[in-house]
T-cell receptor, first 117, second 115 residues
Framework: GAVVSQHPSWVICKSGTSVKIECRSLDFQATTMFWYRQFPKQSLMLMATSNEGSKATYEQGVEKDKFLINHASLTLSTLTVTSAHPEDSSFYICSARDRPGGRGEQYFGPGTRLTVT | AQSVTQLDSHVSVSEGTPVLLRCNYS??????LFWYVQHPNKGLQLLLKYTSAATLVKGINGFEAEFKKSETSFHLTKPSAHMSDAAEYFC?????????????FGSGTRLLVRP
């Protein structure tokens, strides 16, 4: 149980285009989902917190207009990288926290590798 | 503010020997502490967590960690390394009772296991 999927697992796009990454909790409902960014051989940096039915909360330094987050249901959050540039190339990881009454843990997806050419 | 420092970027051990991955934390509040493992092309997996109950925490795959408040440490240990333990390990802190549930990750330690 407690599986989180991400789609796609990897994507290559051209500079200036937009890319959408999906994060799904497959067997539980997640009121809160998180988006992280991981550069090669570095740690995970929290980008934003996504709550179902409300606006995402972004960490300091993260451009909300560039990284659009939508959490439309209790099992799906999406991250859209708009007007992507090569410096946006990174590994994007989502996590989902099960709702109150669950174990309250964060479960992580396998990540999406984005390469912008 | 909370933070974690993982003292070693790489640790190399021989198969069958003990593993020690070091982590020190800083927190103004009672922390919750976690160890996660990241295998290539797989999602992060929770090894164990400390949430102010027993200071010695046992996790999956034979790992355990001891919370030492006086030393602000939460080192991860395993008596005998297996080849399958080779991965990246992250020490993570969050503020106990923090309704934001934010996790702060350490820089990671890559564990290499030699045959």
């Amino acid at each position: 149980g407690a599986v989180v999927s991400q789609h796609p697992s990897w994507v290559i796009c051209k500079s200036g285009t937009s890319v959408k990454i999906e994060c799904r909790s497959l067997d539980f409902q997640a009121t809160t989902m998180f988006w992280y960014r991981q550069f090669p051989k570095q740690s995970l940096m929290l980008m934003a917190t996504s709550n179902e039915g409300s606006k995402a909360t972004y960490e300091q330094g993260v451009e909300k207009d560039k990284f659009l987050i939508n959490h439309a249901s209790l099992t799906l959050s999406t991250l859209t990288v708009t007007s992507a540039h090569p410096e946006d190339s990174s590994f994007y990881i989502c996590s989902a926290r099960d709702r109150p009454g669950g174990r309250g843990e964060q479960y992580f997806g396998p990540g999406t590798r984005l390469t912008v050419t | 503010a909370q933070s974690v420092t993982q003292l070693d970027s790489h640790v190399s051990v021989s198969e069958g020997t003990p593993v020690l991955l070091r982590c020190n934390y800083s927190s103004s509040y009672s922390p919750s502490l976690f160890w996660y493992v990241q295998h290539p092309n797989k999602g992060l997996q929770l090894l164990l967590k400390y949430t102010s109950a027993a200071t010695l925490v046992k996790g999956i795959n034979g790992f355990e960690a001891e919370f030492k408040k006086s030393e602000t440490s939460f080192h991860l240990t395993k008596p005998s390394a297996h080849m399958s333990d080779a991965a990246e390990y992250f020490c993570v802190v969050s503020r106990a009772g923090d309704s934001s549930y934010k996790l702060i990750f350490g820089s990671g330690t890559r564990l290499l296991v030699r045959p």
